[in-house]
């Protein structure tokens, strides 16, 4: 962990998000009988994912941009490095989605047609390209949008972090404000222009332009750039300090209240807001305050049990998915009737599998990818050696 910064109250964070999103799946159906504004809580889950990409942005820019906002790290070690980050579990857990897919696409259409969807989807989702496309983004493992996005944010992070140099004071300033604004536009834009048609707005809408607005990368991206601007100004306040850093507690408190009031309040938030960049500010307020500490909230947050499962979130997050047709398929044989007997099952073995997913493949095959990429990296030119965090 560096000065100034509380690395492990974020990675709890990242488990509190992924449970959120979980639950946004499979716990609305628990509560028909809830209040307004719990069924809300859960049902907002959709928006922790803007938290996820916004946090990515911010731990890149920290583990990768000096003070100056250059990234000394060559693009293909840097590359290198989030494809064996992300590419293992991601691999593993297309292969344990293929047969529930299959499955369903050959209930309703027939062999060749499902050949041919199964087959373009199966490579798309492979290459990562599936958010691209409207009709495959949810195809195959539904949760892996979120790393196609993700894949397009990495391909983009080095030149990103090659303009960063000169963004200082007003202008840095400016550019947060402006990244956020930017993001605003599509939604607002899809508000007043309803180009799927009228009718009510929310999680059960569908549309090809509501789809491109929720799962496109370049939609998504203000969210990202959000995070790298603000994890500069934080590697430049900590480089900067020359006393005992100042305290997050307050910013943290702020921005996990923010976000808890616009989760209560979600059904009455335009849905396409929600579910973009909205709440990016009040997310940034979160963020930042646990890098620089985060006073109580910081310190629940970096219990080494939630800093643990925080580890394991990123196969928690993909897991979801074919566990839960796991959970189906043993429905057949015991009484799953009741959701909350349903959702018990599935977060008694999605919590245990996520860990252990974490530790013997994950972590392993990080390493052993980073070794089988070394040659091509080693190809490239290399600059100065880099500023990296433990843990990158």
């Known amino acids: 962990m560096k000065q100034g910064g509380s690395l492990d109250a974020l990675t709890g964070l990242r488990f509190l998000a992924a449970l ?29 994912v803007g938290l996820f990409f916004l946090l990515s942005g911010f731990v890149l820019a920290y583990n990768y941009v000096d003070v100056d906002g250059r990234m000394e790290t060559p693009s293909r070690a840097f590359w290198s490095a989030r494809v064996a980050r992300v590419y293992p579990v991601f691999l593993l857990t297309f292969l344990l989605s293929a047969v529930p897919t299959m499955q369903r696409s050959l209930a309703v259409n027939s062999l060749p047609v499902a050949t041919v969807k199964l087959g373009t989807a199966g490579l798309t989702t492979l290459a990562l390209f599936q958010a691209w496309v409207p009709k495959l983004a949810l195809y195959w493992n539904p949760p892996g949008w979120s790393v196609s996005v993700e894949a397009f944010f990495y391909f983009l992070f080095p030149a990103v972090a090659r303009r960063l140099v000169g963004l ?58 959000l995070g790298v601007l603000l994890g500069l100004v934080f590697v430049r ?17 702020a921005g996990a209240a923010l976000l808890l009031v616009a989760f209560m309040l979600g059904g009455r938030i ?38 643990s499962l925080g580890g394991a979130s ?41 860990v252990a997913v974490h530790r013997w493949v994950e972590t392993p095959w990080r390493v052993r990818v980073k070794r089988g990429l070394q040659r091509w990296v080693d190809g490239a030119p290399s600059p100065a050696p880099a500023r990296v965090a433990p843990g990158a």
């Open 270 to 307: 335009p849905y396409p807001l929600m579910h973009n960049v909205l709440l990016a500010p009040a997310s940034a307020l979160l963020v930042y305050g646990l890098a620089r500490g985060g006073g109580p909230l910081g310190q629940l947050l970096s219990r080494p049990w939630l800093v």
């Open 20 to 48: 959120h999103v979980v639950l946004f799946h499979f716990g609305t159906p628990c509560l028909p009988w809830a209040p307004e504004w719990l069924f809300y809580l859960v049902g907002s889950g959709y928006a922790s």
């Open 314 to 354: 990123y196969s928690m997050y993909l897991l979801q998915y074919p566990l839960s047709e796991f959970v189906h398929w043993l429905a057949t044989r015991v009484d799953l009737s009741s959701p909350w007997r349903f959702l018990g099952v599935l977060v008694a073995l999605l919590v245990p599998a996520s």
């Open 237 to 253: 306040e900590r480089a900067a300090a020359t006393s005992r850093p100042r305290s997050g507690g307050g910013m943290a408190v």
């Open 168 to 225: 200082r004071g007003a202008r840095l300033k400016v550019a947060l404000l402006a990244v956020w604004v930017v993001g605003l536009v599509p939604p607002l834009l899809y508000l007043a222009l309803r180009p799927d048609g009228p009718g009510t707005l929310n999680v059960m809408s569908g549309g090809n332009w509501l789809t491109v607005l929720k799962f496109n990368p370049l939609v998504r991206l203000p969210e990202f750039l």
